[in-house]
């Protein structure tokens, strides 16, 4: 490998090592209660993440009929609980 080569992976590698690093000292030190900023991270940032990437590419529906109709499958009323109430759903409580 060459030097320059070398150079850039430590470029990019360092600071990313740094902020974990820093992240971990602080962690360690403080403990801090991430519940909010996940709950932000996890209801704005990854919606925002993913509809970024999907809207940067070029999308034809007639190649992606069966995403489509899988989607619209997922999102329809009842199709995480049953006719009859709570079947199987990620929210069921029994």
């Not at 690093?21 to 925002?48: C, E, K, Q, T």
């Amino acid at each position: 490998m060459t030097l320059a080569l070398l150079e850039r992976i430590a470029g990019i590698m360092v600071p990313v090592l740094a902020m974990v690093a820093v992240g971990w000292l602080y962690a360690r030190r403080h403990a801090p209660d991430m519940s909010a900023i996940n709950r932000i991270n996890m209801d704005l940032f990854a919606p925002a993440l993913i509809f970024s990437a999907l809207a940067s590419r070029d999308f034809s529906i007639a190649d992606n009929r069966w995403l489509l109709l899988a989607s619209a499958r997922a999102c329809w009323p009842g199709a995480w609980h049953g006719p009859r109430g709570c079947s199987r759903g990620p929210s069921c409580r029994r």
